[in-house]
């Protein structure tokens, strides 16, 4: 997890901020227009002019860290649970244990076996965020159309072939759904993050919290807003369905 996290962050560090707020514009005018580029370049200038661009890059790092390590044990995992009522069966208490269990509780076991630092607080933020990509990604293959599943299946395709160029890309809207509400639950766990050594935008707002710094604070929750409004709206516009845009 390290060997992914700290490069990660250092790059992002290092990187100039006008190569980072160029690149994210262009992704950004890509998949969302030119409305969503422009208020992604403002909030990326917000922050560097108001000097919370380096706690903006350590969240970042966190955040994605724990976003790329979610999708990759949801993916299986959903695509396990639409396969298999049973083991769907199993997996929703646990599902339902982790997104009602409060947040703070996460860190007690991360904080007693991994210590204090960037590794607990990314194991917390993943417990906590990956629920929703996991039960998503079961709900966007279920609502397949069993019609185009039996059509697939008459042309000859195996299990892997309908998985992979029928019912994954028909499922990516609902998947990406998933993919966004798991981002911006990582995005909610930054705060409580700080609170075992993660730093970022999160160890602004509990300085400003704990020293009663209001002005501080308050900057810090407004980056962490910021940076939730800028990845929102990028998600969303990988989510949009392809076959509706081909038929307009």
């Known amino acids: 997890m390290l060997k992914l996290m700290v490069p990660m962050q250092k790059g992002l560090e290092q990187m100039p901020m006008w190569l980072f707020t160029g690149v994210v514009a262009l992704i950004a005018w890509r998949v969302s227009g030119t409305r969503v580029a422009l208020i992604s370049v403002a909030g990326l200038v917000f922050l560097a002019v108001f000097d919370l661009w380096i706690g903006a890059m350590v969240s970042i790092a966190v955040v994605g860290t724990a976003t790329f390590l979610s999708i990759i044990m949801s993916l299986p995992l959903g695509i396990m649970m639409s396969k298999s009522d049973r083991f769907e069966a199993f997996m929703r208490p646990v599902l339902d244990l982790c997104q009602t269990m409060p947040s703070f509780v996460y ?14 607080a990314v194991m917390a933020t993943i417990v906590y965020a990956i629920p929703p990509c996991i ?12 019609q185009l599943i039996e059509t697939a299946r008459s042309f000859g395709t195996t299990p892997w072939q309908l998985l992979v160029k029928v019912e994954l890309p028909l499922a990516r809207p609902t998947i990406m759904a998933g993919v966004n509400q798991c981002v911006m639950m990582a995005l909610a766990m930054v705060v409580l993050a ?13 300085a400003g919290v704990q020293q ?5 604070g308050l900057m810090g929750g407004i980056g962490i807003v910021i940076l939730a409004i800028i990845i ?10 392809p076959t509706a845009e081909r038929n307009n």
């Open 194 to 206: 700080a609170l075992v050594g993660a730093g970022g935008l999160g160890a602004d707002v509990y």
């Open 212 to 216: 009663l710094e209001f002005g501080r």
């Open 135 to 146: 039960r998503l990604t079961n709900l966007g293959i279920r609502l397949v159309s069993p």
């Open 107 to 120: 860190l007690i076991p991360a904080i007693f076996f991994l210590g204090i630092g960037m590794v607990p």
């Open 232 to 241: 929102d709206r990028i998600t969303q516009g990988f989510a949009k369905d």
